[in-house]
């Protein structure tokens, strides 16, 4: 049982046009950390999919039809209520994900940002008016809601992810169905209960867990009342999803993965390129798509801050995310530890030296031991593909154009760091990577008041800031004739 004020934030049932639906089948979610059965939630089937968004296309009517104010009031009130009852949330996701309960409270109050900011946004949804192309004519831009969208979320920010797509689709009068990862349904849920309790009306909002993704996903692409998706996972279920919805044109959002370079230059603060570099490659025991995956070191320092992370990274408290003073929590799953593994193992297979860790940790089940590699080079898999566990590697290089050329070397393009001492060097670096987003002298990069996104195959659209809510409306001019 776990210690909440508020035990029916824990819901088992799927959350469909404001009811709880029990529905034929139900599946297990666990406690990755201690294998515990946590919940038997519904299983949805692509016909509850059907319903939902039959559902939502009726109140997304009424919602688009409201005052920006009036939304905006329904919103800050859920904020409010995920606030008020963030310890509860985040224990219900440390339960269900693993991660530190420090972590799961810090993501919680970083969902609420976006709740936040985005009822302050449905306020200013400001429309134009353009100078005419003939003297009789008045030229008008409207920006209204896209409709009903469907949300296709993972498991590594269970709560966020739902948060960052549901705050601006229901701002821009849109009506959302979420289909959460399968491993981490029950943040969603507590979440879309909070909305109800803060007066958001039936329908705008249904979670449906479910291990139908495959058929859940064709039914949001194949639905022509569906009119948008807004997918955070792997690339290749983006893919999928891109060729699925080509048929309908459907309007996709794509928040994929991430292979991102952490670049330190010799000019650097060698401590607090340690420090960003812990947070950004360790953060969520390295399972976040703007986690760092590729370090790059310069040669005059490389010896030393191998030395520095090597030492850092050791000392990193692995253990249950609900036990005092946890760092890194277990992965999501044991599939998760062979990637890890396979890393390690192609690496120093292919010359790379293993500084620290590099195998399972002594606490069985999924944890593993926080692991430095050096000597890493472009052939190793570790340089093209996304770890996504607590796998640090690091590269030596001599030059800008060296280090530039290497770490756009990638079909992706979402997160990247450098650290430096150089304003210029900074400039330069900031323009010559190819990627969404870009941490200079930090290490951590999100917010709701900044538009996060990948480019290449990191994805499409934008979420946070004022450019998040774009993705959720349409542009309409009229011409009047007066
Ligand atoms: P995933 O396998 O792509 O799963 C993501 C979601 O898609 C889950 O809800 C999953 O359902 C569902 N899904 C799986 N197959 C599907 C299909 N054929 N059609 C429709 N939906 C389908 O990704 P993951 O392993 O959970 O998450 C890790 C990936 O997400 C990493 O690549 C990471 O970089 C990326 N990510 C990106 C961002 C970003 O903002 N760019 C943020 C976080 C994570 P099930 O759970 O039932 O499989």
Sequence with gaps: M???????????????????????????????ATGALLAEVTDCTPEDAAQAIEAATQAQRDWARQTGKARAAILRRWHDLVIAHADDLATILTAEMGKPLAEAKGEILYGAGYIEFYAEEAKRLYGETLPGHQSDKRLIVLRQPVGVVGAITPWNFPNAMIARKAAPALAAGCAIVVKPAAETPLSSLALALLAQEAGLPDGLLSVLPSTWAASIGQEFCDNPRMR??????????????????????KKLSLELGGNAPFIVFDDADLDAAVEGCLLSKFRNAGQTCVCTNRIYVQDAVHDA???KLAAAVAALPVGDGFAP????????????????????SDATAKGATLVTGGAAHALGG????????????????????????????VFRFQTVDEVLAAANDTDFGLASYVYTGSLSRSWQVMEGLEYGMVGVNTGL???????????????????????????YLELKYCCLSV
């Excluded at 776990?2 to 799927?14: E, F, K």
């Design 228 to 249: 948008k998706i807004s997918f955070t996972g792997s690339t290749n279920v983006g893919r999928i999803l891109m060729r699925q919805g080509a048929a309908q044109i």
């Design 2 to 32: 776990l210690p909440l004020s508020r035990p029916d934030l824990l819901l088992s049932d799927a959350f469909l046009a404001g009811r709880p639906h029990a529905g034929a089948e139900r599946f297990a979610v666990t406690n990755p």
């Design 445 to 471: 990069i999100s917010t709701e008041l900044a538009p996060f996104g990948g480019i290449k195959q990191s994805g499409t659209g934008r979420e946070g800031g004022r450019q998040g809510i774009e993705d």
């Design 325 to 344: 003073g946890t760092a890194i929590g277990p992965l999501i799953s044991p599939a998760a530890v062979e990637k890890v593994r396979d890393h390690v």
């Design 366 to 393: 999924t944890y593993f031991q926080p692991t430095v590699l050096s000597g890493v080079t472009a052939e190793m898999a570790v340089a093209r593909e996304e770890t996504f566990g607590p796998l640090a590697p």
């Design 305 to 307: 801050f191998v030395a």
